[in-house]
């Protein structure tokens, strides 16, 4: 028996130690910093002086790893789909239906590299299509855009390319009222901790749950500022249709909107504020465009209709009264309003209405002198004062590819990276090349032709949103081959049966998945390459550090840690690290010595990372590999601090680390990225661009939503469904898997087939009036499909609304796939692949409509 020996990695939810021994994980577990460690940060607030733990904090699906290493549900050998002959008979339409068989790596690789020869020669390098989805294994080295993107950008590739997911209706919407394209239109946080804690007396949580979202990547960091916040006195309101966990713990007034409605509550709360001269008249006079024309349409004199209290009610379902109060008491005291789960986000921006309700954000916040003390978008997830000085990227800044084009902010490493060698660039995906937005990759397959606006995230600038584009590019191809890596979208993306309808026909000729685990869109592939854990490989990376679109986004955390991602195990089976089954392919391909740089390991590249950085300044590499983290010194005490859009209050040029907006993006120094340089409640780039879009108007306003409760259909679909983030998954990381979460009652239910049902929370009442009793197995159903869940008959939605979380791992159809109810949980397989507007190309996935009845048993 050998000795325990202690490790470091790191996860999306938090840095770890981990024991091994024999070569087995034994447990992991949240580190703990020693005397040796930087100091803690001070801040002083209110006669008391805060400081954080010693111990980082982990996620649930961070403390289920080690049953997602070892589960049965790992892909461990190559595998070819049994009917699948690549030189003969293909079989596509039985993709997701045939069974697999063990192959050697040998015979995969040729298949794959062939088929890559093949479609290059025939059809040209755009006609193969790539994607990964949003989240990784942690780790900046392995990341989509190091990695995969270094190799794919060597061989040529169509990217099918993100939305904005995250932000959408900030994007598309609140970029228009105050510009931060670089940050997707969400608002800056610096150092909105000490701000909150010593002049903040209220938050209004807006579609912010950060006891459950954790901001992104940050585990439990800010739950103990809310506790501080709470000791402080400071009052805690929650906006949600859903009774949401930090409500739960925190919350001292619940308000539920009807879904789709938020837009409405605001422009009620605006309406008493207007009417009553609760506003800061000074800020609005001299900060802020186009209030006079707003108002008109706030007070019904554009429209005939008064946005009052009443109206208000009449949409959201929320008391007249309780909109008064809460008006009321919102203007009597200095309010953060936590708008989404990391200041910017929230599910009510996922919605058809999505772009009214940031734009609306923005607008009460103006109203109340956004950027004054306590006053500010943030909800407690960023601004802590740690050192944004001491420079380590996040995955986003590229990596090993050096890609410029396509990581939000490379521009900034690629040099310090690449100072003596070459990064790579793929000039098909560049706004001259061909890409595919992934939202409508069935579309393109199945139909040939697309046309959009908007390049993705279209973080460049606000015009970026406006760029037309088609598929095919002119002089390219269509998709030949699919080269997918890892499959989540049946679960994630919109109206997803069209992704199994995709993958089902021979327009498609070929499919490669490289895959750690044997669920969702891996089931649909030809050949599937077995790719290993984060903790069967080397890597390096920062806790919560994703930077690109959210500039310093390690701000959520406590401490700012560094870690070695050491390999705990050898990889199981014959799974093999992304980067090795990528260099064996890139030999097939007779370009291994470019991929591999003359042969690199991931420890060669480790090691050239960690001097393109300023760890030499803090650690030396060889004390790095041993002790296997580094810890960053906060800012030397008495450093001043530089509250976000303090700057912006007080009209002077912006001081704080942020990257925007440049120069170039400023009308002079000053001011905020729009036309007119301030905050905009009518919107010059809209005004400019289509004054008469209806759905995304100048004038900031409520619109009904198209799948809410004014559509024809919501008669027959009564039900509107929320989807959220799940709480104990990590979108599909973590569930399925038979990892330890599904045992988690509020995550899957054990039914007595045996299976675990996702669920579906449901009101008492709408539960009684179809005869369903808590844990009883339902069918949701709308136009789009059947989903079989568990009922969670409950309280914390009111009557009317419904919740399931989105991003179930698998997709499990009852019969033909594409054609059949589905039990794994696909919420999404019912929600609309409409984009929010004609022209904001994002998905409305929180707005859904359906029916639910008891569900009797099998049928296909
Ligand atoms: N209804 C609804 N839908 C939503 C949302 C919502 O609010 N409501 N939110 C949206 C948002 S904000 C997001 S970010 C998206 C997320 O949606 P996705 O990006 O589609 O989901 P992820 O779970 O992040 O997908 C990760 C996939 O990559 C694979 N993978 C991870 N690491 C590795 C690796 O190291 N190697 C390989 N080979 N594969 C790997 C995983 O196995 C998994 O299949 O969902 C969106 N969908
Ligand atoms: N545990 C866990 N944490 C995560 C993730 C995860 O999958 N699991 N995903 C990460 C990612 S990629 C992202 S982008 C962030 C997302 O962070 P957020 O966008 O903030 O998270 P959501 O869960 O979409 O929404 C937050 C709250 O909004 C509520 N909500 C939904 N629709 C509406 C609405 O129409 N109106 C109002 N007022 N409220 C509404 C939900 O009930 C939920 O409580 O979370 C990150 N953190
Ligand atoms: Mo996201």
Known sequence: MGETKRYTNSTTGGPVFV????????????????????????????????????????????????????????VLYPMKRVDFDVNGERNCENRGSSEYERISWEEALNIVSSEIIRVK????????????????????????????????NLVGFTYADHNPDSWEGWHWGGMHNWGFSWRLGNPEQYDLLEDGLQNTDMIVFW???????????????????????????????????????SAALFGDKWLAPRSGTDA????????????????DKEYVATRTHGFERWTEYILGKEDGIPKDAKWAENETGIPEREIKALAREWASKKTM????????????????????????????????????????VWSTTQGAPVDESFFFPGYAEGGISGDVDNAASGYEFAYRMFANDRPTRNPINSPQGQHIPRLRIPEAILEGKLEWRGKGFCGANVEAQFQKYEYPAPGYSKIQMYYRYGGSFIGTMTETKRYVKMYRTDKLPFVVNQSVWFEG?????????????????????????????????????????????????????????????????????GIGDIFTDGGKTEMDWIKQYFYATDLPKGITWEKFLEKGYYVVPNKPKGSKSTPAMRWYAEDREIDTPDWGPMPSQQVARKGVQTGSGKIEFVSTSLERFDPNDMERHPVTRYIESWEGHHSPHYAQYPLQVISPHPRFSFHTMGDSKESHLNEIRDHRVLAADGHRYWIFRINTKDAEARGIKHHDLIKVFNDRGVVIMAAQVT??????????????????????????????????????????????????????????????????
Request: hydrophobic letters at 35%.
């Open 121 to 152: 020669r025939d059809f040209g390098p755009g006609a193969i299509m790539s994607t990964a989805s949003s989240h990784h294994l942690w780790g900046n080295i392995g990341y989509r855009f190091s990695t995969l993107f270094r190799f794919m």
């Open 521 to 589: 869109e891996a089931r649909f592939a030809d050949i599937i390459l077995p790719a290993c854990t984060n903790f069967e490989r080397w890597d390096i990376s920062e806790f919560a550090n994703c930077s690109g679109y959210i500039p310093h986004t390690y701000s959520q955390c406590n401490h700012r840690v560094i870690s070695l991602q050491m390999k705990c195990i050898e990889p199981l089976g014959e799974s093999k690290s992304d980067y090795q089954i990528f260099a064996d392919l890139a030999y097939k391909l």
């Open 337 to 376: 309003l936590g708008a989404g789960g990391l200041g910017g986000w929230g599910g009510a921006c996922r919605a058809t209405t999505g772009n009214e309700w940031a734009r609306m954000m923005i607008c009460l916040i103006a109203m109340q002198g956004m950027g004054k003390p306590g006053i500010n």
């Open 207 to 245: 579609s912010a749950d950060p006891e459950t979202n954790n901001g992104i990547y940050a585990a439990f960091e800010s739950t103990p500022r809310r506790f501080w916040l709470k000791e402080l006195g400071v009052k805690m309101v929650f906006i949600d249709p859903y009774h949401n966990h």
């Open 264 to 279: 409405a509550l605001a422009a009620g709360i605006a309406y008493i504020w207007i009417t009553e001269g609760t506003y």
């Open 795 to 860: 309280e914390r939605v009111p009557p009317g609304t419904a919740h399931s979380y989105e991003s179930c791992a698998d997709y499990l159809p009852l019969g033909e796939p594409g054609n059949s109810p589905e039990r794994a949980g696909c919420i999404n397989n019912l929600n609309s692949k409409r984009f929010m507007g004609k022209n904001s190309y994002g998905m409305a996935s929180n707005s859904l409509l359906v029916q639910v009845e008891k569900w009797e048993g099998m049928e296909s």
């Open 19 to 74: 024991d091994v021994k024999d070569d087995k994980i034994v447990r992991m577990y949240p580190m703990e910093l020693t005397d040796e460690d930087a100091p803690n940060w001070e801040i002083e607030a209110r006669g008391r002086t805060f400081t954080p733990s010693r111990k980082t904090t982990i996620t649930p699906v961070t403390a289920a790893w080690k049953s997602q290493i070892y589960s049965p549900k790992r």
